[in-house]
């Protein structure tokens, strides 16, 4: 398999703590919560996001808050994702408010100790439980005084090179999203491909016309089976296409024809539906599956869970990207905080909220030239986002 330079810019000596590496008194803290409350919001797109397998125009979302005995309060947030982890903005509003709320009210102690109520309060349910347990971190940091990315680990001033999706439309339209996608100072373009594989050579050679010098990440979606991808993937390299890495070519149960792509090809192949959770991950490095990991908090059901990949990636020499789904600044925010603190994190997919059409709450990070960073502060560095918030711009 192959490896690749890794994106990751700091502007002074790494500290290469894991997760785990935490100072004890703050992981220790007793953490006491009295209300779990959460609210409901829609949010237009600038333009539509389509894919192979759906078109959005506008995203539902719900906002977790935690609050605890002194009075901090932490955010978290989960966005409708009903083909990928089964969950409405009604079934999300459902498990906050019952089983999840349960869980943690009225109950003190660590932030391990309520992450892990967290996870066991009921099946599946991954996003509702990341909405939950990010504003547990957010309150248990706010507590503190401190940016969650150094009770993680990392430092603050750390920053990593995002890219930008550009979405399936005619090679055309494609071709002008990344020539503005280019102007507006992005280096890398994550191209999503669908299912005739001669429209997709016409839209990537596009794309490149377009924008010459650009990196290219190419998700599959499961598209193709293992001798399709190879000879695909290959095809693509022998075109001279400027291709960093292929995100799961092939179904995501298909773990030893995955190892066969990653075998074969001399670009890294990524897993992205393949990996939900540790037992995920460890199965995947095992098997020499796959070159990279793709975490995203909407699977994992939160920080924890995401931690625990990292940390299994870290000891394998595997590197991890830090994606996520259509989802709103808090939740992109809490996965920042997760990419800069862990060694293992090289790479970031998290453009979404560049596609929504408001830009709320406040704060967290800022992007230049293509490069992410957080702004600091307690917590997520969030402004609180307010129920009566309504983020097409008015007041609800």
Request: with cysteine; glycine share 10%; hydrophobic share 45%.
């Given at each position: 398999?192959?490896s690749?330079?890794?994106?990751?810019?700091?502007?002074?000596p790494?500290v290469?703590a894991?997760?785990?590496d935490a100072?004890a008194p703050?992981?220790?803290t007793?953490?006491?919560?009295v209300?779990?409350?959460?609210h409901?919001h829609r949010?237009?797109l600038?333009?539509p996001?389509?894919?192979a397998?759906?078109r959005?125009?506008?995203v539902?979302?719900v906002v977790?808050?935690?609050?605890?005995?002194d009075g901090t309060?932490?955010q978290?947030?989960a966005?409708?994702?009903?083909?990928?982890?089964g969950e409405?903005?009604?079934t999300?509003?459902?498990?906050?408010?019952?089983?999840l709320?349960?869980?943690i009210?009225?109950?003190?102690?660590?932030i391990?100790?309520?992450s892990a109520?967290?996870a066991?309060a009921?099946d599946?349910?991954?996003?509702?439980k990341a909405?939950?347990?990010?504003?547990l971190h957010?309150?248990w940091?706010r507590s503190?005084g401190?940016?969650?990315v150094?009770?993680?680990g990392g430092?603050p001033?750390?920053?990593?090179?995002?890219?930008?999706?550009?979405?399936?439309?005619d090679p055309e339209?494609?071709?002008g999203?990344a020539?503005?996608?280019?102007?507006?100072?992005?280096?890398i373009l994550?191209?999503?491909?669908?299912h005739?594989i001669?429209?997709?050579r016409?839209?990537?050679?596009?794309v490149?016309?377009?924008a010459?010098?650009?990196?290219?990440?190419?998700d599959a979606?499961q598209?193709?089976?293992?001798?399709?991808?190879i000879?695909?993937i290959?095809?693509?390299l022998?075109?001279g296409?400027?291709?960093?890495?292929?995100?799961?070519p092939?179904?995501?149960?298909n773990?030893?024809g995955?190892?066969?792509?990653?075998?074969?090809?001399?670009?890294p192949i990524?897993a992205?539906?393949s990996?939900?959770?540790?037992?995920?991950a460890?199965r995947?490095?095992?098997a020499?599956?796959?070159?990279?990991?793709?975490?995203?908090l909407?699977?994992t059901g939160?920080?924890?869970g995401?931690?625990?990949i990292a940390?299994?990636a870290?000891?394998a020499g595997?590197e991890?990207?830090?994606g996520a789904m259509m989802e709103?600044r808090?939740?992109?925010?809490?996965a920042a905080h997760?990419?800069i603190?862990?060694?293992?994190?090289?790479m970031?997919?998290?453009?979404?909220?560049?596609w929504?059409a408001?830009?709320?709450p406040?704060g967290?990070?800022v992007?230049?030239?293509?490069?992410?960073?957080?702004l600091?502060g307690?917590g997520l560095?969030l402004?609180?986002l307010?129920?009566d918030?309504?983020p097409s711009?008015g007041d609800q």
């Amino acid at each position: 398999m192959t490896s690749t330079p890794s994106p990751r810019s700091a502007p002074g000596p790494r500290v290469a703590a894991s997760p785990r590496d935490a100072p004890a008194p703050q992981l220790s803290t007793p953490l006491s919560v009295v209300a779990v409350r959460s609210h409901r919001h829609r949010a237009p797109l600038l333009r539509p996001f389509v894919t192979a397998a759906r078109r959005t125009e506008a995203v539902e979302y719900v906002v977790a808050e935690v609050e605890l005995a002194d009075g901090t309060i932490g955010q978290g947030s989960a966005a409708e994702t009903v083909a990928v982890t089964g969950e409405s903005a009604d079934t999300i509003s459902v498990a906050l408010q019952g089983p999840l709320r349960s869980a943690i009210v009225g109950v003190t102690g660590t932030i391990t100790e309520l992450s892990a109520r967290v996870a066991g309060a009921l099946d599946g349910a991954t996003s509702a439980k990341a909405a939950l347990e990010v504003a547990l971190h957010d309150a248990w940091a706010r507590s503190l005084g401190a940016p969650l990315v150094e009770l993680l680990g990392g430092r603050p001033g750390d920053r990593l090179l995002n890219d930008m999706t550009i979405s399936l439309e005619d090679p055309e339209v494609m071709a002008g999203h990344a020539r503005e996608a280019v102007a507006g100072g992005e280096q890398i373009l994550k191209i999503k491909l669908g299912h005739d594989i001669e429209e997709d050579r016409h839209r990537l050679a596009a794309v490149v016309e377009a924008a010459p010098g650009v990196r290219l990440r190419l998700d599959a979606n499961q598209g193709w089976v293992p001798e399709q991808a190879i000879d695909i993937i290959t095809g693509f390299l022998a075109d001279g296409l400027p291709i960093d890495l292929v995100e799961q070519p092939v179904a995501a149960a298909n773990i030893e024809g995955l190892a066969r792509v990653s075998a074969a090809v001399e670009v890294p192949i990524m897993a992205d539906e393949s990996v939900w959770n540790v037992e995920d991950a460890r199965r995947l490095v095992e098997a020499d599956a796959v070159d990279m990991l793709n975490i995203k908090l909407a699977k994992t059901g939160g920080l924890r869970g995401a931690l625990a990949i990292a940390d299994v990636a870290l000891e394998a020499g595997v590197e991890c990207m830090v994606g996520a789904m259509m989802e709103p600044r808090i939740s992109i925010t809490a996965a920042a905080h997760l990419a800069i603190a862990h060694p293992a994190i090289t790479m970031i997919d998290l453009d979404p909220p560049f596609w929504f059409a408001s830009d709320v709450p406040a704060g967290g990070y800022v992007q230049e030239d293509g490069w992410l960073r957080l702004l600091g502060g307690p917590g997520l560095g969030l402004e609180r986002l307010r129920a009566d918030v309504d983020p097409s711009g008015g007041d609800q």
